[in-house]
C-alpha cells in the first residue's frame, strides 16, 4: 500500500537523522520522495532487496545510504527516528523482532513510528507498550504508531534452536532466527531434498539459497572430511547463522558467502548443488537457480532441487539440464538432473 493518508502526521513528527527498516524497494524509495528528508539510512537484510533499492533511488533521483547487515542494531545507535513500514502479509517474529532492535539505534527520546496497513492492529499495541512502554496512535487508511526511547533495555536475540536427524543417529541442531527461511522447523521441503540426495565421499557441495544451512550440513556430513560445502544466500543474517550452524555440527571445510548473484563463483566448480527456491516472484529465483546451477556444476555434477510445482520447474530443468528425474517426497518434487 501507499501512506500518503498518513503523510502528515509523518512529516509532523520525523526528525533526521532517518532510519528506514525494511519495506520493499519501491515502497521506501515513495516514502524518502514524499517524505524529503536529507539524512537517511535504509536498512536492507538482503542484498538482492538492497541492490534493487539502489536503482529506486537512483530512478527518483533521491539520496540515501543503504545499509545491508544481519541485524538492525549492527547500525550504530544514533539515528532520531526510525521509520517501519509493515507488509500485511509479513512475518510476525521478524516485526517483533526488528521493534526490539529499534529500540538500540535510536538516540535517547529518539522516535519510533510503525506503519500498519490495518486500522485495528492486532500485534503493535501491545508489543510497542511492552518495549518502549508509552505508544501514540494516528488511524488514517491504515495505522501510524510512535513512540520514543525512554532509558536502556538489554539487548534480546529472537532465535530458535531446532533438531533435525534423518535416519541413522546422530541428530544436528540448527540455530534460526526470523527473516530467515525455516525459522525453528527442519522443513519438509528441505528434509524431501536431503532425503533424496547422493553424496559422495570427497564431493563439492554448494547449497544454493542456503537460508539457515541445514542442506549443506547433511550433505557435508556425508561427503566427509575429505569433501567441503559452500553455502550462499542472498540474505546476510542467513549466511551468518549457516556459518554458525556449521561450526556448531562439526563441519570442517566450508565457506559462507554472502551475495546477490553468485557471480564470484568460478564456473565447472562443484560436484553437487542443493536448491530450496522460493515459490515467489513466478518461479524466476527458481530458474536462476537452475542457470546458475548449469554453470557451477561440474561435467558429470548433480543438481537437486526441491519444488511443489513440478509441472511449471520441471521444463525449465529439463531446458538446462535435459533428462530429469523426479522423486516424490512428503508432498514435495525433488528434481534430480545431471550436468
Known sequence: MTWETLADVMRQRIRPPLAIVLGSPREVAELLGMLK?????CYQMDLYQAGRLREELAGGNLSANVAALPDLWDLPAEFQTVLFPTAEGGERELKIDMVEQAFHIL??????????PFENDQLFPALLKKVFRRVHATVSGGT????????????????????????????????????????????DGARA????????????ILDMGCGCGTNGVFAARKAGPSGSVMFVDSNLRAVALAEHNARLNDISTFQALASADMS?????????VLANPPYYAQNAIAQFFIKKARVLLRPGGRVYLVTKLADQIGPIMAEHFGQTEVVERRGYAVLCARS
Open 37 to 41: 528528508v536529507t539524512e537517511a539510512t
Open 107 to 116: 538516540r535517547q527520546r529518539g522516535l519510533l513510528m510503525v506503519l500498519s
Open 264 to 272: 564470484e563463483l568460478p564456473a565447472s566448480s562443484f560436484d553437487v
Open 144 to 187: 501510524a504508531y510512535w513512540c520514543h526511547r525512554d532509558g536502556e533495555r538489554p539487548r534480546r536475540r529472537h532465535e530458535v534452536t531446532f533438531h533435525a536427524r534423518l535416519g541413522d543417529p546422530p541428530s544436528l541442531r540448527f540455530l534460526s532466527r526470523p527473516g530467515v527461511f525455516s525459522y525453528g522447523r527442519f522443513d
Open 193 to 204: 531434498l536431503v532425503a533424496t540426495m547422493l553424496i559422495d565421499e570427497g564431493d563439492r
